[in-house]
């Protein structure tokens, strides 16, 4: 039998399926503007999670270790970018080695309906050729399962690889960053992915534009 819930902030009902399985009622609204959430912390994705928010400093961006979160946490956002890096793909089946493989089965008990998702994604061209920012895309496919909207996918010319699950159509889902090879890059890139996606992001904007 399913059962009303609400979380310890009282802010939305959550229902339990017979297996136990936490899901959003649909009409939770998202409402804050711009959530930023990241892990691992003290590295190169902290670096990135952090030189993001400065750059988006105009839209007062909420910033988040994931470690110290539930996922519950990105409902409350209608515009979530989500940083990760890539160690290895046995570690994404690991739990203790990076905090998104026990998040991501988290995430799965959600629903991100009314949600943009940009994902930053950390990797290494030169050691891991065949495995570039894979993480990003094991990422992306959690984010889809949930019916989260993607943004901010990038073309692969500026990049140097063999293969990455964060392919789709030919081009990565979000953006790759190389902290290792390429960090003299990482700051233009991020300018110019935040160009791309900010319109994306604005909810004013869109519906303007629906208007017309
Ligand atoms: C054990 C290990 C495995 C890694 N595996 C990959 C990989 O499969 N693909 C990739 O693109 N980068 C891989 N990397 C590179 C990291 O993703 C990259 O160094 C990233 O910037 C690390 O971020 P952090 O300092 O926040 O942990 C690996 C790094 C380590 C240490």
Redesign the pocket.
């Known amino acids: 039998m399913e059962k009303e819930q609400k979380d310890q902030s009282g802010n939305f009902q959550l229902k339990a399926d017979l297996e136990g399985n936490y899901l959003l009622n649909k009409g939770h609204k998202a409402e804050k503007n711009i959530g930023i959430f990241y892990a691992?912390?003290?590295?190169?994705?902290?670096?990135?999670a952090r030189l993001i928010k400065q750059k988006l400093a105009g839209e007062q961006p909420d910033i988040f270790v994931i470690s110290e979160i539930t996922p519950f946490k990105l409902l409350d956002y209608r515009n979530l970018i989500l940083v990760c890096?890539?160690?290895?793909?046995n570690?994404w089946e690991m739990e203790q080695k990076d905090p998104w493989s026990s998040f991501i089965p988290q995430m799965l008990r959600l629903r991100l309906e009314g949600r943009r998702v940009a994902i930053a994604?950390?990797?290494?061209?030169v050691?891991?050729p065949n495995?570039?920012?894979?993480?990003m895309g094991i990422l992306a496919q959690t984010v889809e399962e949930i019916g989260g909207k993607l943004i901010g996918a990038t073309e692969t010319r500026d990049y140097v690889?063999n293969d990455?699950r964060a392919l789709k159509e030919g081009r990565f889902i979000g953006l790759?960053?190389?902290?290792?090879y390429e960090s003299d890059k990482t700051e233009g890139r991020i300018e110019q992915w935040l160009e791309k996606i900010r319109p994306e992001m604005s909810i004013e904007l869109e519906e303007k534009r629906n208007r017309l």
């Open positions: 691992p912390s003290g590295g190169s994705v902290h670096k990135v890096s890539t160690l290895g793909r570690t994604g950390l990797g290494d061209h050691s891991y495995n570039f920012v894979d993480g690889f990455s790759p960053l190389d902290e290792d």
